[in-house]
């Protein structure tokens, strides 16, 4: 196994944290639906307290994400992350207000009332989102940076990357196909929040409401999700010449890549299908309470191979589109040989979190979610 | 290209210790309030009785509120290193990522997944299972403590590293290094063992609050003896890892300990300060005015506690910075440490040759090239001193470092007094109003003497961001000063909300007591 195993391998890793980050954002996604499907203060406090058994796995996934991102190719998080300082921020602090909303919210001793902290929940199902979806959409449009290692000595100036826009990110907010995905994320978000719903709470009213919104939201997904598809797969990709590292634009780019990795290309297929179906189940199914699994396990696949393709067959992750040969790939800004082997020997980990994570979730959630367990007066949210 | 703003690195610490100090104000606490509470739980399970099970849901409530605001101090943390240090990133990420996505894998999941369980699992798991979930939580806070505190150490004592001239950057060569290093362990236990001193702290100022209020007598009094005894066992712990922290800093970074000790000159048997005033009119490292207006000392306590020789030399700060000297070590052994001035010249050299092979290898000269990596090699360990342009740039705030030091070591002595005097009057304290009220006043008392701790820490390896090897001035990101202030601003703002929130939610929890838990 030698070096470019193990950079493919944490490249890997990091598109699956990714990838089932998009899949637990169906907490964000139900933040948003509160008010839509809870119509009266009982149903809310259910909703809340179903998504409040889940919360901080997504929240845990999203700070193992960057750690991983930071450990496994640290050219990019100090790029990205110092670059476009803004949208980052922004969605770090969509997320510090949810921490602290759910077990706030109700408290007895909370000044500021419960409206606060679910305008907190809503903030960072939809800015949290959005700013995700367009931080991800500019690994496919590029940014505006360029990366001099020989600044280091330069003692008046010794930062490497710059960022060459005095917008520091926000400049990706006006780009359309990163909208798309940002709006794309968002109501995928919402469809799984609904599916997710449906499948914990054991309420007619919320499920029925639940189902219609499923549609609904799949729809905006789709005329979000399909323009960014086709623009993307049949635009201008950043492929890179294997001996030089030369970065050069292609046309058809990150289609070609789906067919010349037919495994990845195929997985995406089934994420698709898999997904379609899930909604199919969660918006026409009277009685099935499965579609959340069909839809997750789509949504993990979808991202997992889109991500695949960008790291893999010669491919830019993030691109600059101010200085190409700037842009990064899996080779140029991973960690060191002996640091990614050492991390790998560490991931053999990850097998046993996910178990652990899946036997709790089953024990805590064996029962749905209804209106008696609301009405003990025992802990929650 | 253009020149840095230098109020960048002013407001990116500045929004680094606010952060920090907010994400610090809910960590001592938790991995504290989570041992008691689960040794509580241990209680319950083994004897049955019901009134263990309602103690450990009380302080449960208060662990979950204060839970949480680590959890969104913490987030923010993790990416600034991104957002405002990137240069740091870049340059040490190899080996400073790596603890932190072992943090994610190993502690954050093990805390968040169990943490559920403990909060809502009591009528949906067994009580084993209960049990294991709440001691679970704790261990995956003391993980976490762990690996960021290994990161931590790093950053004050690189080991187990090499700078790749090639990559430009530093290079992991040992994990073990890294993990094992003294500075790491002795950093580990004594952040962790001194965070008990807090929520015993935490524990017996609520429980005397109910004495002098003479409710909950019962609860109070078993409170307070679990907690003191944790408590005393917190600050024995503490005081034997802060006498092994002291002597990593001794020998790793001896002007922290100077400026800890406000040492200009050092001499064989140096004394330590057990109390002092600092002179405000010295300025300069190297003027004549006397640091000290006035100081209490206790004979060649320094030399010790340093070096476990009692006439060790303790270099001062004009000593680090102008003199030479010679070091004797504990088996008696003496050496000749480099002088500030050799520092700066391999500094200086280490970046002519960086520019130098960089150069070479663009027109393929491979013996030049051969000849600047052997220099550069050389020189490396002392690469950040290329950054600094004068010797004071070198020396740490010393009023705050000494202060924050004395507060401590001070307030620590008072903590072990405290928790014995707990331990000898037992329950004969609920008519001793006076302890109970310094026991409600010994919580802000613990989150100060904490915070001191961490300054020392920080402030008194100022400027190294990676010692020797990186200056906060070359570790920041090129981000528009008034970007920072805006996101310093949000971020202050958006923590003022929560201090007052979670301070009106464990007030009211406290106020209805253990007697409303069902």
């Known amino acids: ?381 | 290209m253009g020149t840095l703003d230098l109020s960048i690195i002013d407001w990116s610490r500045a929004q680094f210790a606010v952060t920090a100090l907010y994400h610090w104000l809910s960590v001592p606490l938790t991995l504290s309030l989570g041992f008691i509470m689960a040794v509580m739980e241990t209680l319950y399970y083994r004897t049955g009785n019901e009134e263990w099970k309602r103690m450990t849901k009380f302080w449960m409530h208060l662990f979950a509120a204060n839970f949480v605001l680590g959890i969104a101090g913490g987030i923010i943390l993790e990416f600034q290193f991104g957002t405002n240090w990137s240069n740091y990133s870049w340059l040490v990420g190899d080996i400073f990522g790596a603890p932190l996505a072992i943090e994610g894998i190993m502690a954050f999941f093990l805390e968040s997944t169990f943490f559920v369980v403990m909060i809502f699992g009591w009528n949906k798991t067994s009580k084993g299972f209960h049990l294991v979930s709440t001691w679970l939580t704790w261990v995956g806070a003391t993980l976490s403590a762990l690996w960021i505190l290994v990161a931590n150490a790093w950053m004050q004592y690189p080991t187990g590293t090499f700078f790749n001239i090639d990559t430009v950057r530093n290079e992991m060569t040992s994990f073990s290094a890294v993990l094992f290093s003294p500075v790491a362990m002795s950093k580990f236990f004594h952040t962790v063992t001194s965070s008990w001193i807090v929520g015993a702290a935490f524990v017996i100022g609520v429980s005397s609050w109910y004495l002098l209020k003479k409710r909950n007598i019962e609860f109070s009094h078993k409170s307070i003896l679990i907690a003191s005894v944790f408590g005393l066992a917190g600050i024995l712990l503490t005081i034997f890892t802060g006498d092994s922290s002291a002597y990593q800093v001794a020998q790793k970074q001896p002007m922290k300990l100077a400026a800890m000790e406000g040492l200009y000159h050092g001499k064989n048997g140096t004394s330590l300060i057990a109390f002092g005033v600092l002179n405000p009119e010295k300025k300069v490292y190297n003027d004549s005015i006397p640091p000290f207006l006035f100081k209490m000392s206790i004979p060649d306590g320094l030399s010790w506690l340093a070096y476990h020789h009692l006439h060790a030399f303790v270099p001062g700060v004009q000593d680090l910075l102008d003199g030479s000297y010679l070091l004797t070590m504990a088996n008696g052994e003496q050496i000749k440490p480099l002088t500030t001035d050799e520092k700066l010249t391999f500094g200086r050299m280490s970046h002519q040759a960086m520019i130098d092979y960089r150069l070479a290898k663009k027109d393929k000269n491979d013996s030049l090239m051969s000849v600047n990596r052997a220099i550069f090699d050389a020189t490396s360990p002392y690469f950040g001193y290329g950054y600094v342009k004068t010797k004071t740039q070198l020396v740490p705030n010393v009023p705050l470092t000494f202060y924050a030091f004395h507060f401590m070591v001070i307030f620590g002595g008072f903590f072990l007094l405290f928790f014995a005097l707990l331990l000898y009057f037992r329950r004969k304290i609920q008519n001793m109003k006076w302890l109970l009220w310094l026991g409600i006043f010994s919580i802000p008392l613990a989150y100060l003497t904490s915070f001191s701790g961490w300054i020392v820490a920080e402030v008194g390896r100022q400027p190294w961001a990676i010692q020797d090897l990186l200056p906060t001035f070359a570790a920041v990101s090129n981000v528009p000063v008034s970007s920072i202030k805006t996101t310093l601003t949000i971020f202050v703002l958006i923590y003022t909300v929560f201090f007052i929130t979670i301070v009106g939610v464990m007030t009211r929890e406290i106020r209805k007591g253990p007697e409303s838990i069902k």
């Not at chain 1, 949504?299 to 589109?321: D, E, Q």
């Open chain 1, 1 to 381: 196994m030698d070096y470019a195993f193990f950079q493919a391998y944490w490249w890997f890793l990091v598109s699956l944290l990714g990838a089932l980050l998009v899949f637990l954002f169906f907490v964000q996604g139900g933040q948003t639906l509160l008010y839509t499907i809870g119509k009266t203060e009982q149903e809310r406090t259910m909703l809340v307290n179903s998504l409040g058994r889940k919360w901080d796995i997504t929240f845990t996934t999203l700070v193992t994400f960057g750690g991983a991102a930071f450990a496994s190719f640290p050219l990019f998080y100090a790029t990205s992350f110092g670059g476009a300082y803004w949208p980052w921020m922004l969605l770090l602090v969509c997320f510090v207000l949810q921490a602290v909303s759910y077990e706030w919210r109700t408290k007895a001793g909370n000044i500021f009332g419960h409206k606060m902290f679910e305008t907190f929940l809503f903030i960072n199902g939809f800015g949290g989102l959005i700013l995700f979806g367009i931080a991800v959409g500019t690994f496919f449009t590029g940014s505006d940076f360029t990366v001099n290692k020989g600044d280091l000595t330069q003692l008046a100036m010794p930062v490497i990357s710059t960022w060459h826009t005095p917008w520091h990110g926000l400049e990706a907010v006006l780009n359309v196909r990163n909208l798309l995905l940002g709006f794309s994320i968002f109501f995928l978000a919402r469809v799984l929040g609904s599916l997710y719903f449906i499948n914990n709470i054991a309420d007619d009213m919320i499920v029925k409401r639940s189902r219609k919104q499923v549609l609904r939201d799949a729809i905006a997904f789709l005329v979000m999700f399909l323009p960014f598809l086709v623009w993307t797969f049949f635009s201008q990709g950043f492929a890179v010449q294997p001996d030089s590292g030369v970065v050069f634009l292609e046309k058809g780019k990150y289609f070609f890549n789906f067919i010349q990795m037919p495994l990845v290309g195929l997985l995406f297929l089934v994420g698709v299908v898999s997904l379609l179906y899930g909604i199919f189940l969660g918006a026409f199914s009277k009685s099935s309470t499965k579609g959340i699994w069909f839809a997750g396990i789509g949504s993990v696949l979808a991202v997992l191979t889109l991500l695949l393709n960008i790291g893999y067959n010669n491919t830019s992750f993030y691109p600059s589109i101010y200085d190409l040969q700037s842009s990064l790939t899996i080779f140029n800004s991973s960690s060191s040989f002996f640091t990614l082997k050492v991390m790998s020997v560490v991931s053999l980990l990850i097998p046993f979190v996910l178990a652990y994570i899946v036997y709790v979730w089953r024990v805590m959630d064996k029962k749905q979610i209804d209106k008696a367990e609301m009405d003990e007066d025992n802990v929650k949210y």
